[in-house]
C-alpha cells in the first residue's frame, strides 16, 4: 500500500501572513488538497506564529471534522507547555515531536533519543491521552541505541528527515548514500516495532526512490516542494502529482 501524503500548510500561511489579509487561505488551500486525494493536513505552530497562527488549528480541525471526515489532521512541534496545550485543544489524529529551537528556520535535525528519552516518555505518555498517535522526528542514520531508546519513549513512529537525501537533487551520487542510510535507519526502527514517516525536502522527483527503498513507509509530510510544485501546477494537480509520485 502506498505511503499516505499529508500536506503541510506552513508556507501557504507564510505568503499569507506577508499581508494583512486572508489570502491564500490556508483552510481554502487545505480543502484542495484534501479534496484532491491528499491524506491529512500538517501544521507547525512555532511560538512567533511567523506562519501557522495558533487561530488556524480550530479551523483546520473543523475542516476535517465537517468535510473530511476520514482524514488525519498531524500538528508539529517542539514540546513546551504552550505546544502541549495547542495539541490537547486541537484533539489532532497525529502528533509529530521536533527538537527544534524556536528560532530555527525549520526542522534540521533529530533527536537524541538516548539524553532526551525519560522526557520524551512523559510527553508520549501526556499527548497518548488525547488518542493520538504520536512520532518522534529522527536522524537519517540513527544508530541502535538511539532507535531503541525512541522505541523506549513508547511513540508510535518516528519521522525520518529526509532533509539531506532532499538536498542531494543535483548528486545521484550523495542521494544514493543519504537513501541507504534511510533505509537503514528505517529497518532498525521498524524491527523495534515503530512505524515510519518521512518529511523534508522531498518532491515529486524524489519521492519514486524514497518509497521504492522504504517499502514500509507510512506517510510523507510535504509542504515547501508540494507548495512550489502548486504554483506551476495549482494545489489539485500538485497532490495528484504527489500521489503519483508515491505509487498511488
Known amino acids: ?23 491564500p487561505s490556508v483552510t481554502g488551500l487545505g480543502r484542495i488538497a484534501l479534496a484532491a ?10 511560538p512567533d506564529q511567523r506562519h501557522i497562527r495558533f487561530t488556524d488549528l480550530p479551523e483546520i480541525r473543523a475542516l476535517i471534522d465537517d468535510e473530511f ?15 502541549l496545550a495547542l495539541v490537547e485543544a486541537s484533539e489532532p489524529e497525529q502528533v509529530t515531536l521536533v527538537p527544534d529551537d524556536p528560532e530555527q528556520p525549520t526542522s534540521d535535525h533529530g533527536w537524541d533519543f538516548v539524553a532526551n528519552r525519560d522526557m520524551l516518555k512523559a510527553i508520549v505518555v501526556r499527548l497518548k491521552k488525547t488518542g493520538a498517535r504520536i512520532s518522534l522526528f529522527c536522524d ?11 522505541s523506549a519513549t513508547g511513540a508510535d513512529r518516528i519521522e525520518l528527515y529526509t532533509g539531506p537525501y532532499g538536498g542531494s537533487y543535483d548528486s545521484p551520487e550523495n542521494a544514493e548514500i543519504e537513501l541507504a542510510k534511510l533505509r537503514a535507519t528505517a529497518d532498525l526502527a521498524t524491527a523495534a516495532g515503530l512505524g515510519i514517516n518521512a518529511g523534508h ?18 506517510e510523507v509530510s510535504i509542504g515547501h516542494g508540494l507548495t512550489a510544485d502548486a504554483l506551476e501546477h495549482g494545489m489539485a ?12
Open 1 to 23: 500500500m502506498p505511503a499516505k501524503l499529508s500536506v503541510n500548510l506552513n508556507a501557504i500561511a507564510m505568503l499569507r501572513n506577508r499581508r494583512d489579509l486572508p489570502w
Open 37 to 46: 486525494g491528499a491524506h491529512g493536513l500538517t501544521v507547525h505552530p512555532r
Open 69 to 83: 471526515p476520514n482524514v488525519e489532521f498531524n500538528i508539529e512541534g517542539y514540546p513546551t507547555g504552550d505546544f
Open 140 to 150: 537519517p542514520d540513527a544508530s541502535q541505541e538511539q532507535i531503541a531508546a525512541a
Open 201 to 218: 525536502d522531498l518532491t515529486v522527483a524524489n519521492l519514486p526512490a524514497l518509497a521504492g527503498r522504504i517499502p514500509q513507509l507510512a
Open 237 to 248: 494537480g500538485t497532490v495528484r502529482r504527489f500521489l503519483k509520485a508515491l505509487g498511488d
